[in-house]
């Protein structure tokens, strides 16, 4: 069974940083054959894309409202993969879940295969 676990949320305030991991643990599962996907989902809101990165970490995809903030990286020795925010805004806070795609999940919530239960992110102003 799959299973990926986040971690790292909390509150922070406008301007902070926090890291998010996602462990991912499995009796077959490696996260080096799956590229790797970060949304999230506010109160009252869809889930919506925030990054993605191919298998070999060499691809990486941003949405554009985190571009420059956000940063996806994976350490597939650990089966982890990391999403760096800085410059937090108030419009950033939602359940962030990770997940993990046999193809190339991109930008898009069904290409995935597998999902976290989440980590909460709240920004105060």
């Known amino acids: 069974q799959v299973q990926l676990v986040e971690s790292g949320g909390g509150l922070v305030q406008a301007g902070g940083s926090l890291r998010l991991s996602c462990a991912a643990s499995?009796?077959?599962?490696?996260?080096?054959?799956?590229?790797m996907g970060w949304f999230r989902q506010a109160p009252g809101k869809e889930r919506e894309f925030v990054a993605a990165?191919?298998?070999?970490?060499?691809?990486?995809r941003y949405a554009d409202s985190v571009k420059g903030r956000f940063s996806i990286s994976r350490d597939n020795a650990k089966n982890t993969v990391y999403l760096q925010m800085t410059n937090l805004k108030p419009e950033d806070t939602a359940v962030y879940s990770c997940?993990?795609?046999?193809?190339?999940?991109?930008?898009?919530?069904?290409?995935?295969?597998?999902w976290g239960q989440g980590t909460q992110v709240t920004v105060s102003s």
């Open positions: 499995g009796l077959t599962f490696s996260i080096s054959s799956h590229a």
């Open positions: 997940a993990a795609a046999r193809a190339w999940g991109d930008i898009v919530a069904t290409n995935y295969d597998y």
């Open positions: 990165i191919t298998r070999s970490g060499v691809g990486k």
